[in-house]
């Protein structure tokens, strides 16, 4: 089955500083990804789509300058953290969308991130 | 904005036994698919189960069946002969329009050998 790719797994920064995770579809096209934000025994919520070529989109009351999202080919995306503080810490997971269609064959997630800001 | 509920933040049940974890969600539309996604402590997210809401036969899936009640909005799902290895999250999920996967808060199963 297809596969995506998250990395770092875990990650841990010091308050103030800016992480960078990536989310790569390695044997599909993704023309959208999204991105996911999960705390401790809490569901998944949805943080932005993003769209390869253009500006992702941002659910309410997540802050775009905070969580700078950026898909520049059809099999990479990816999400900085900026100035990073402890209340950013938590689960990110990514999710990729085959260009084909919207069905469970072709909506793949990463293995997530746990980021940990000290 | 369409809703997911989960009534059962925990369940649990004996291993070989059958258990049944409930989710109903709230929406206007007609033309939507519904999900049941397994999240074990690796945190994985993995596809249980999908239903289309233009199908009246309930999916099922080995082990693993949903009763799909359209008019009530319910989508239940089924474990039979449940396993140890089905201890896990397990997250209800519907996708409509907005092609945005709205997830539930979860049910944390529990099997006891």
């Known amino acids: 089955g297809a596969v995506v790719s998250q990395h770092p797994s875990w990650v841990i920064c010091k308050s103030g500083t800016s992480v960078k995770i990536e989310c790569r579809s390695l044997?599909?096209?993704?023309?959208?990804m999204f991105w996911y934000r999960q705390f401790p025994k809490q569901s998944l919520m949805l943080m932005a789509t993003s769209n390869e070529g253009s500006k992702a989109t941002y659910e309410q009351g997540v802050e775009k300058d905070k969580f700078l999202i950026n898909h520049a080919s059809l099999t990479l995306s990816t999400l900085t953290v900026t100035s990073a503080h402890p209340e950013d810490s938590s689960f990110y997971i990514c999710s990729a969308r085959d260009v084909k269609g919207w069905t469970n064959e072709k909506l793949f997630f990463g293995s997530g991130t746990q980021l940990s800001v000290l | 904005a369409q809703t997911v509920t989960q009534s059962q933040p925990e369940m649990s049940v004996q291993e070989a036994e059958t258990v049944t974890l409930s989710c109903t969600y709230d929406t206007s539309e007609s033309d939507y698919y519904l999900f049941w996604y397994k999240q074990p402590p690796s945190r994985q997210m993995i596809l249980v189960i999908r239903q289309e809401a233009y199908k009246q036969q309930n999916a099922t899936e080995n082990r693993f069946s949903v009763n799909f009640q359209k008019a009530a909005k319910s989508f239940s799902l089924k474990i039979s002969d449940s396993q140890l290895g089905d201890a896990a999250m397990y997250f209800c999920?519907?996708?409509?329009?907005?092609?945005?996967?709205?997830f539930g808060k979860g049910t944390k199963l529990t099997v006891n050998p």
């Open positions: 044997d599909f096209q993704a023309t959208t």
């Open positions: 999920a519907y996708v409509g329009g907005s092609e945005k996967l709205v």
